[in-house]
């Protein structure tokens, strides 16, 4: 579950978009281009109306019948060329516009993705990856549609709804400057009904990152849910979450609904107050036929540019919200960062020199309880370490230490003399191999998903990491061999054959320290053979952290270390700590008296 999220005042403005300036940066000249263009279809656009006055004054109303054909087809000209200018520069504008909108999304939604996948796993603990989906998703996409399309919108009918605003006041200052002084009124009323479409814009995007959220956690545990029974709970689960969203939105379109009537209604109210003075005007002589008519497009134009402008004004709003969020993720700062000017490893040889030296760390989400509480341990090159414990002792926390998903509250983790913390993540992450004890397998064929251990290893350093893991002869045997796609997390693959795989892509890897997270426990006992076999020639010249439940296969390591609540309770070798009757002697009695059992 994500952490309850504060109740933020939302100001009437659409200032959140602000934050999207770094990323338009980088394409002036196009935003440029799409500026003049944008300019020269509104100037297009406002001299159609002084064509058309034109047209109505000069050519209609000449004496010489003549005349009167030659000045009507050289106005419709005029209006042709106008009308054509409008079109070839609206074109060139939506281009320009959507590939700016296009363009400025990717790179977003890149860099978001980036940012999200360099956070550590504490961030993880509290965020659900449904809602970072829909983020992605759902929020970018509000944002591309603004600006791809709604900004430019705007602009281009703020330019022609101001153009035709001021040739009406300057062609009827005394009619028009009344109506402009109530078009101002109407835009305060429009500003307060702005702050609560934009709190309510943000509050629909959240729960559409619920309805992702729920979904995207019910569906990677679809087995569960159906060997439970309760695909009906989960399906009501979800749709009381999209009712809840579309409550949401229903009062967002409510309120944009109600901004829309007023802005329209007022303004063309006022705007039809001062054509009536117009046509007043005309029937007293005071304006001629044409210009009435100029004057009664240059007021379509503006009606219309109000109108839009209204229905753009809830979208910046609605962007506004989405934007947020989606600012919110990228100030996010991962506590585990590159040192300022990192240190290098010495060359490896022989496997990697470990020291933990009272080592003390909390997890961010149970910070009243140690999960390691004072650890020193040094481990020698090559040497091969075996950790158990029970359940929730820091097996696991302490392999998470090494690769620095987390930073330690006390004390120092060292490889080969040298602080984790001073290192680059990239270097240190290179030194490690890593066996899950849940397999991952990515949506891709076998040979890719082993290649993920060293993406520029060649196929024969792939078939060999294979083999050397018991895995070329099931991937042979598949549909396509080695270029079969194995479905997303890898579905079409038995528990064992997922972990042979992620064993081959920890020995492709190569590296000097080998982790291994109960990396043989989905596995039958003849494959868990062939395994252990393949791990023993890939632990040589290597160092090795082993978790096992399974005392058997830590019987052959040069050390065994037993953790309990934190601490290192004893270690030593197999034989000597069964003898000393300790932690470590009652958890094989039990293991093995219950095998004997089964």
């Known amino acids: 579950?994500?952490?309850?999220?504060?109740?933020?005042?939302?100001?009437?403005?659409?200032?959140?978009?602000?934050?999207?300036?770094?990323?338009?940066?980088?394409?002036?000249?196009?935003?440029?281009?799409?500026?003049?263009f944008l300019l020269l279809a509104a100037a297009s656009t406002l001299l159609l109306p002084f064509a058309l006055g034109t047209l109505v004054d000069r050519g209609l109303v000449a004496a010489d019948p003549g005349d009167r054909i030659m000045a009507l087809r050289e106005h419709f000209l005029a209006l042709f060329a106008v009308g054509a200018a409008i079109g070839v520069f609206s074109a060139a504008r939506y281009y320009m516009v959507s590939w700016l909108g296009e363009r400025i999304t990717a790179d977003l939604r890149s860099a978001i993705y980036a940012h999200v996948i360099r956070q550590s796993p504490a961030f993880f603990e509290t965020t659900r990856g449904g809602e970072v989906l829909s983020r992605l998703?759902?929020?970018?996409?509000?944002?591309?549609?603004?600006?791809?399309s709604s900004l430019s919108m705007g602009l281009r009918h703020l330019v022609t709804g101001l153009g035709a605003l001021t040739v009406l006041v300057l062609t009827n200052p005394g009619v028009m400057l009344p109506v402009l002084g109530v078009l101002m009124l109407v835009v305060l009323p429009t500003l307060l009904v702005g702050r609560r479409v934009r709190r309510l814009s943000r509050a629909s995007q959240d729960r559409v990152a619920d309805t992702s959220a729920i979904a995207a956690e019910v569906i990677a545990a679809i087995p569960v849910v159906q060997a439970f029974g309760q695909e009906g709970r989960e399906a009501r689960r979800y749709r009381d979450a999209a009712e809840a969203a579309f409550e949401t939105a229903g009062r967002r379109s409510r309120m944009r609904a109600l901004m829309m009537a007023f802005m329209m209604t007022a303004t063309f109210g006022a705007v039809l107050w001062g054509l009536h003075q117009g046509t007043g005007a005309v029937l007293r002589g005071e304006l001629s036929a044409g210009h009435l008519g100029q004057t009664v497009v240059y007021v379509a134009l503006l009606v219309g540019s109000v109108a839009v402008l209204s229905e753009v004004w809830g979208d910046l709003l609605r962007a506004a919200g989405a934007t947020e969020r989606l600012m919110e993720l990228l100030a996010e700062r991962s506590p585990v960062q590159d040192p300022p000017a990192p240190r290098r490893l010495p060359p490896a040889a022989g496997g990697a020199a470990l020291?933990?030296?009272?080592?003390?760390?909390?997890?961010?989400?149970?910070?009243?309880?140690?999960?390691?509480?004072?650890?020193?341990?040094?481990?020698?090159?090559?040497?091969?370490?075996?950790?158990?414990?029970?359940?929730?002792?820091?097996?696991?926390?302490?392999?998470?230490?090494?690769?620095?998903?987390?930073?330690?509250?006390?004390?120092?983790?060292?490889?080969?003399?040298?602080?984790?913390?001073?290192?680059?993540?990239?270097?240190?992450?290179?030194?490690?191999?890593?066996?899950?004890?849940?397999?991952?397998?990515?949506?891709?064929?076998?040979?890719?998903?082993?290649?993920?251990?060293?993406?520029?290893?060649?196929?024969?350093?792939?078939?060999?990491?294979?083999?050397?893991?018991?895995?070329?002869?099931?991937?042979?045997?598949?549909?396509e061999g080695y270029r079969t796609f194995l479905g997303e997390r890898g579905v079409r693959l038995s528990g064992g054959q997922r972990q042979r795989?992620?064993?081959?892509?920890?020995?492709?890897?190569?590296?000097?320290?080998?982790?291994?997270?109960?990396?043989?426990?989905?596995?039958?006992?003849?494959?868990?053979?062939?395994?252990?076999?393949?791990?023993?020639?890939?632990?040589?010249?290597?160092?090795?952290?082993?978790?096992?439940?399974?005392?058997?296969?830590?019987?052959r390591a040069d050390r065994i270390i037993v953790l309990d609540n934190?601490?290192?309770?004893?270690?030593?070798?197999?034989?000597?700590?069964?003898?000393?009757?300790?932690?470590y002697a009652r958890l094989a009695a039990m293991q093995f008296q219950s095998s004997a059992t089964t």
């Open 1 to 36: 579950m994500s952490p309850p999220r504060p109740d933020r005042p939302a100001a009437p403005t659409a200032r959140p978009l602000a934050a999207l300036r770094p990323f338009f940066a980088p394409y002036r000249p196009q935003i440029l281009l799409a500026a003049i």
């Open 137 to 148: 998703t759902t929020d970018t996409t509000l944002v591309q549609t603004v600006v791809g």
């Open 355 to 479: 020291s933990l030296r009272g080592v003390v760390f909390h997890y961010p989400s149970r910070p009243d309880r140690a999960a390691l509480a004072g650890i020193d341990l040094e481990i020698r090159p090559g040497e091969t370490i075996a950790l158990v414990g029970p359940s929730g002792a820091g097996k696991t926390t302490l392999l998470q230490l090494l690769l620095r998903f987390h930073d330690v509250d006390a004390g120092a983790v060292e490889i080969d003399g040298v602080d984790v913390r001073t290192l680059a993540l990239a270097e240190l992450r290179a030194r490690i191999g890593l066996v899950p004890q849940d397999s991952t397998i990515f949506s891709a064929d076998a040979m890719e998903n082993i290649r993920y251990g060293r993406p520029d290893a060649s196929d024969e350093a792939v078939f060999a990491a294979a083999r050397a893991a018991q895995a070329d002869g099931f991937i042979r045997a598949l549909p």
């Open 501 to 555: 795989i992620s064993i081959a892509r920890a020995i492709l890897a190569d590296a000097p320290l080998l982790l291994l997270d109960e990396a043989t426990s989905a596995l039958d006992a003849e494959s868990e053979r062939l395994v252990q076999s393949a791990l023993d020639a890939a632990m040589k010249n290597r160092t090795t952290l082993v978790i096992a439940h399974r005392l058997a296969t830590v019987q």
């Open 566 to 583: 934190g601490m290192i309770a004893e270690q030593g070798r197999h034989a000597e700590l069964v003898l000393r009757g300790g932690l």
